[in-house]
Each structure stands twice: as C-alpha cells, then as structure tokens.
C-alpha cells in the first residue's frame, strides 16, 4: 500500500514531477525508424509533451514541439524538405535544432526567423527503435542492450497505445504468479467463452506444458497451468531478477529459479527469447508499449541491419462488443490478457487502497527501488542504467537471462526448438506476449507448415473509454 503522495511520486510523469524528471534521465524509444520511411511525420506524446518526430528529405531526424510557432498548426502535417520541417499553413521552415530558417510571407532581408525557435530535443536511432532525450545536458549515450545492437538478425517491433499508467504495467512484470492464473487459468476460460476449448491441461500444474504432437495451436489446446511452487526476487546492477520455480521443477536445474527473468530498471523487461517489453509513459494514463523481438534468419529469410528492415506491426487492445461484453478473441494471448488486466485497473490505479500479499513482495522492491532511485537522481547522480560509457566495440550490456542461458537449448520448457525435437511437434504459433500477431513468427510458422491463428476479432466499444475510474 501507499499513500496518496507516494502513489503520485511514483506515477505523475509531466514536466517538473519526481517521475517525470527520472524518466528524462533516459532514451525513450519513440517510434520505430521504418514507420518514417512510411510517413515522415508521427505525432508523439512523450512525458506529458506534445511533440512531433520527422525525417527530413536529407535523413535527418527531428523532434520539435509540435505546435507551430507561428499560428499553432500541428506539425504532423508538415512537409519534409532537404534541410528540416516546413509548416503547412504559412510555410515557415524549421531545423532538427528548432531553429525557423524561412518565413516566405515576410520580406527577404527580415531577421525575424532567426529570432524564433520552437522547442527540440536530441533524437537518435539504434536497433531500428528512434530514442528520445528529453533530459538534462549532457545526454547520455544509448543503452546498448543486446537485443538492439545485436547483427545479422531478423528484427520485429510490434507497438500499442495502452490507456493507462506505466506503473501498473511495469509491476506486473514483477508479478511472477499472474502468469498462472491470468495466461493459463483465465486462459482456459477465455477459450471456453469462445466455444474452442477441448482439453484443460493441468490444472494441478504437476507436469510440464505441452502441446499435442499434431501442433494443434494455443487458441484450440487449453493452457497447461504451471503452479508456482515459490518465487523470489534479487536486486541486481541493472534492476531486480525474477525467481520462479513451478511445482513440476526443483531448485538445482530449474533455470527460472537459478538464473531468472530480469526486469531492467526503470521500464524494460527482458522477456527471454531474444526479446524486450519496453513501456514509455506518454503521459499520467497513456504507455506507449513496444515488443522488440530478433531471431537469427530462418532458410532462405535476409538477415539485415538495416533499420528500414524492420517488421513493424499493430498490437491489437482488448476492448468491448456493441453489449458491453469482452471480444474474448483478442484475449486468447497474453498480450491480450494483460493489456486487459492493466487497463482495467484504472487509468491510474489506486494503489492507497490496494491489499498487497506475500506474493506482492517483487513489486513492493521494485517500488522501494524507484523511490530509491529517485533520491539518487534528487541528489545529483545518475540513477540505474543511465551510461555515460559505451560498451567496447561491438560490445553490448550483458544481463543474466534464464531463456539464453546455453543449458536452455536443450530444455523444452525453454527452448522451442527442444520443444519441436523432443515432443515431435510443428512450430506454432504460441501465446505468449504478440506471437500471434508477429510477422516474422507468422511466415516462419506458415513455411514450417505450421498452424496459423485466425485474424483478430474488431471491437466496437475501446476500452481506452470503457475503462472504469
Ligand atoms: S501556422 Fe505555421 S507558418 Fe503559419
Ligand atoms: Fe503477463
């Protein structure tokens, strides 16, 4: 539980708020860079700010408030010209520094543009995710996590506007014990809802998760529930571990319970399988969410480092039917159940009235860490993962991963690939996170004749305006 203060401390994120400001301490990613060889223009609301991101016809990125200077229009209708930004309405032109360089309606010898300026902060791509600093100079250099600087692999990035605050979405992360009920058993009530459930798995959780050796998909099969046997937690250099030991594992081979699921302070985590979930605060209630996710070229696929390269792709938010009910077909994948869990907590939830249990105790250190942190960055530091040193060449910031650990390769409980061998099973398609919605899974599955999912179901009603609260 905390108070009503603590609760906006850890929450609030606008300009000159404690979490606003630690949150400026960091590259946020914004975009990925190929949706700008699409549309060179995107709106962005980052920590409170309206602004607009664009590449100009020369390359160069920008980020500048997102109001003209002049009369006010927005900028995401600008033109994209060789040196910069030009408004639509009265074409005055701006560069990445913010700086007015045209006005063409006022006369040539005129120094007013050189006396306007719009608001404009650093911008810079790296692993095809455009990063954001809205800090305090000088900026820091950009993490390179290992999944962002990885070579010769296939990216994908999939993105969702979640309607509600970052905190709750980051504390699931440290909710091991969601993973049982929300993705396996409420799972197997969602497909139950949708009339395609046909074998409930395990309800005791006594035996590892498996599929049928025919590949029958996650959305026919019922999730096998893995009981949690105990979890636990550590602080480490660059945030807290994950400890999770089902009831099927024991302590000395179990990979989730001896290495375990790290959680990158102040808003990643490594989701294992070469993969990030990265929640930005766009503001008090909105996350703009983003699935980075590589994986080695299949036969036949071209690896590329080119940002341009990327997959990017739509997740799809929960919402409801014309009755008010849930569209349960958006809710048969974990992204799915806890875009819903997240959202309907409120748009910010409210934690002075929470009852927090035993099971909580990862979420009651990752608060203790963020108001730690805070007083670090209130005294002048650095707080956690904020790099003033790039690794050495080529180099990346190593993090223990349970999943990348080499004994995981040969583990099916881990590894899909040991999965396939050892089970005799197709590659599919699975639940976890945006599986389902993934291209690059999509045509890697398609080609290994594999079991697709069926297209996701529209919503009428959003739950960004049903949400409660
Ligand atoms: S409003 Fe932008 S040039 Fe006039
Ligand atoms: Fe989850």
Same mark, same amino acid.
């Given at each position: 539980m905390?108070? @009503?203060? &603590?609760?906006?401390?850890?929450?609030?994120? *606008?300009?000159?708020?404690p979490m606003g400001e630690l949150m400026r301490r960091y590259w946020q990613p914004i975009a990925a860079y190929a949706e700008l060889s699409?549309?060179?223009?995107? @709106?962005?609301?980052?920590?409170g700010e309206d602004l607009v991101l664009y590449k100009d016809r020369s390359g160069t990125l920008g980020l500048l408030e997102a109001s003209c200077a002049h009369r006010r229009v927005h900028l995401l209708y600008g033109i994209p010209e060789d040196n910069g930004l030009r408004c639509p309405y009265h074409g005055w032109l701006? #560069?990445?520094?913010? &700086?007015?360089l045209e006005m063409p309606a006022e006369a040539p010898e005129s120094t007013f543009p050189s006396r306007v300026q719009l608001k404009a902060y650093p911008v810079a791509e790296l692993g095809g995710l455009v990063f954001a600093y809205l800090g305090p100079a000088p900026a820091p250099v950009l993490p390179h996590w290992g999944p962002f600087v990885a070579k010769g692999v296939v990216r994908s990035i999939g993105w969702a506007v979640v309607p509600c605050n970052w905190l709750q979405i980051m504390e699931n992360s440290l909710d091991p014990v969601h993973g049982e009920y929300n993705h396996q058993y409420f799972c197997n009530y969602v497909l139950e809802r949708m009339g395609i459930l046909d074998d409930r798995g395990d309800l005791l959780g006594e035996r590892p998760a498996q599929l049928s050796a025919e590949g029958e998909s996650f959305w026919r099969k019922g999730a096998t529930i893995r009981h949690h046997k105990k979890v636990g937690f550590t602080a480490f250099e660059?945030?807290?571990?994950?400890?999770?030991?089902? @009831?099927?594992? #024991? $302590? $000395?081979?179990?990979? *989730?319970?001896?290495?375990?699921?790290?959680?990158?302070?102040?808003?990643y985590e490594h989701g294992g399988l070469d993969h990030f979930q990265i929640r930005v605060p766009m503001d008090d209630t909105h996350t703009y969410y983003l699935w980075y996710r590589y994986s080695p070229p299949r036969d036949?696929? &071209?690896a590329? #480092?080119?940002?341009?390269?990327?997959?990017?792709?739509?997740?799809?938010?929960p919402g409801l039917d014309g009755d008010m009910q849930p569209v349960w077909g958006l809710m048969d994948n974990n992204s799915g159940q806890d875009n819903m869990m997240w959202t309907s907590q409120g748009p910010i939830m409210q934690r002075p009235i929470e009852k927090l249990g035993q099971s909580d105790v990862g979420i009651i250190m990752f608060r203790r860490m963020l108001f730690e942190q805070l007083a670090v960055m209130e005294d002048g530091g650095d707080p956690m993962n904020v790099f003033r040193k790039l690794p050495p060449d080529g180099d990346h910031i190593v993090v223990p991963v349970?999943?990348? #650990?080499p004994a995981a390769a040969n583990d099916p409980v881990y590894s899909r690939a040991a999965a396939v061998a050892t089970q005799g099973r197709k590659p599919r398609i699975g639940a976890g996170n945006t599986q389902k919605y993934d291209p690059v899974l999509l045509r890697h599955t398609a080609d290994a004749g594999g079991t697709l999912p069926p297209p996701p179901p529209s919503i009428e009603i959003d739950m960004a305006? @049903?949400?409660p609260g």
């Open positions: 905390l108070t @009503a203060e &603590q609760n906006e401390r850890l929450t609030l994120v *606008g300009p000159g708020t699409t549309n060179p223009t995107k @709106a962005i609301r980052l920590l701006y #560069d990445a520094s913010g &700086q007015c660059h945030g807290i571990l994950k400890h999770r030991l089902y @009831a099927f594992e #024991d $302590e $000395e081979t179990s990979l *989730g319970w001896r290495i375990g699921h790290p959680i990158l302070f102040p808003n036949g696929e &071209q590329s #480092d080119d940002p341009d390269d990327v997959n990017v792709y739509k997740v799809p938010m349970e999943e990348l #650990d305006e @049903a949400a």
